[in-house]
């Protein structure tokens, strides 16, 4: 516990992404209720590669203090390596507290599990037995991924549930983003092949993708082929046609993950498996709807927007690598990102780096964190220096904003060199710019790691 509060430790990856972020916004503010503390611990990355860079991420999973964290919230499907994934959830055990696993049937944990194989076999069987489709093609995600042989499997089922033959060059696998989608699609419209009349997708992103390639060919979303996505992204909602999918409603499920994780914080004796639903949202990729009413100037505004912001990100935080690069101390350095780390944040980094000594102690899985740490504060565009305790993870010159706040932390570290952390008191309960802080992050990381090995 922390003042009286219980101490709920999130563990995810992929706050960049809208479509899991709404979900973990969701839960951080059904939790921020007076009578908890919530800490997010996320990385850069989701750790799929298990390159030296993923490893420097994941060292953020090591930060917690389990002997004052109640409970974790585990993201278990946003963190695409199983050893890291079990590497939490032994480590809480070890101190005998409990995990609460999300997307991801855990031995031993609370598990809040979408059924989303249901939800997907609903899209399946509207396209075969609704639309009375019979040439099918499937955009499945990673070849022998767990979910994709699932969605897969499905398919073939609901394939000779209606007696259409399975054929096996009717499968590509767009790896659940663009660029092998449009690989995948060169395969599905080759001139020697008979075309799709719909092409089902195991998820949103490509669904979209393979809309944009038929678009490309002149070919007639859903006049001339039929697509479907599944998981609801913001993306598909706002493509033309809009993607027919499944989505999941993040307000009331964020309400039944927090009860669960309150009766597991009082020790009430429970289920160990909370089932949560998507419900199918027909829509214009598959002819369901004619029409998508949306305020398309509001929507360009709101694009354009973010893309001068992201520009202007690029341009500050690329200056912020050149003036680190100049600087000859790591005084001196700090007194740079002083200037530019977000407003109501921390940056705690090992109090034995220095420029120019090309520091190897702290990398992954070998103590990344000293038990003291060079702490930069910035609050209302106040600047301190302190130290900060890794026992403690939040330097005491926070102290009275983390009692009410939420706190997102995330790693710093070049390839698998473990400089520090940055941590954000999350204002309005996790309403934070990711890709803006992204940005900064990536700027920091390669200039930092520049300098330390120099």
């Keep these: 516990m922390h003042n009286g509060k219980n101490v709920i430790g999130i563990c995810t990856a992929e ?21 908890n503390y919530v800490l997010v611990f996320s990385s850069d990355s989701d750790l799929y590669k298990r390159s030296e860079s993923d490893e420097g991420d ?20 946003t963190i695409r390596s199983r050893k890291n994934v079990m590497e939490i959830v032994n480590r809480a055990r070890a101190e005998d507290v409990p995990v609460i696993s999300v997307d991801m049937e855990i031995e031993g944990c609370y598990n809040v599990i979408y059924n989303t194989e249901e939800a997907f076999e609903r899209i399946v069987r509207h396209v075969v037995e609704y639309h009375g489709m ?43 983003w663009e660029g092998p989608t449009f690989e995948a699609m060169k395969e599905f419209m080759h001139p020697s092949k008979v075309p799709p009349e719909a092409i089902i997708c195991a998820n949103d992103s490509m669904a979209v993708a393979v809309c944009d390639y038929l678009s490309e060919m002149d070919v007639r979303v859903p006049d001339e082929i039929l697509v479907t996505g599944i998981d609801g992204i913001d993306e598909g909602k706002l ?15 964020a309400k039944k993950i927090v009860d669960l994780i309150k009766r597991v914080v009082s020790g009430q004796n429970i289920s160990h498996h909370l089932h949560l639903g998507y419900h199918m949202q027909l829509s ?63 940056i705690c980094m090992n109090d034995d780096l220095d420029v120019g000594m090309n520091n190897n102690k702290h990398r992954y899985r070998i103590n990344p964190f000293t038990s003291k740490l060079k702490t930069v504060v910035k609050i209302d565009g106040n600047v301190q220096q302190c130290d900060c305790y890794l026992e ?7 102290k009275d904003m983390a009692s009410d706040m939420p706190v997102l932390m995330l790693p710093i570290h070049f390839e698998e ?26 700027g920091l990381d390669h200039s930092l790691g520049y300098k330390l090995s120099e």
């Design 15 to 35: 706050l960049e992404r809208p479509f899991h972020a709404k979900l973990v916004q969701r839960v951080v503010k059904e939790l921020t209720d007076g009578r």
């Design 58 to 77: 994941a060292a953020i999973y090591d930060l917690p203090n389990y002997d004052i964290v109640d409970a974790i919230l585990l993201f278990s499907m």
């Design 284 to 346: 214009q990729s598959c002819g369901c709807q004619k029409h998508q009413i949306f305020d398309q100037v509001r929507l360009l505004r709101k694009l354009n927007s973010e893309k001068s912001l992201r520009i202007a990100d690029i341009r500050r935080y690329a200056d912020m690598e050149g003036m680190i690069l100049k600087k000859e101390s790591l005084d001196e350095v700090i007194d740079v990102v002083a200037g530019l780390m977000p407003e109501n944040s921390f």
């Design 392 to 398: 403690k993870m939040i330097p005491e010159l926070g």
């Design 239 to 253: 493509h033309f046609p809009a993607i027919t999918t499944a989505v999941r409603d993040e307000v009331n499920d």
């Design 417 to 442: 060199k473990v400089v520090g952390y940055l941590g954000i008191w999350q204002m309005g309960a996790c309403q934070i710019n990711m890709v803006s802080i992204l940005h900064f992050l990536r």
């Design 134 to 176: 019979r040439e099918i093609n499937f955009m499945s995600g990673i070849e022998g991924d767990e979910v994709s042989e699932q969605r897969l499997n499905i398919f073939k089922q609901v394939l000779d549930d209606n007696d259409i033959l399975f054929e096996e060059d009717r499968v590509g696998y767009g790896e659940f």
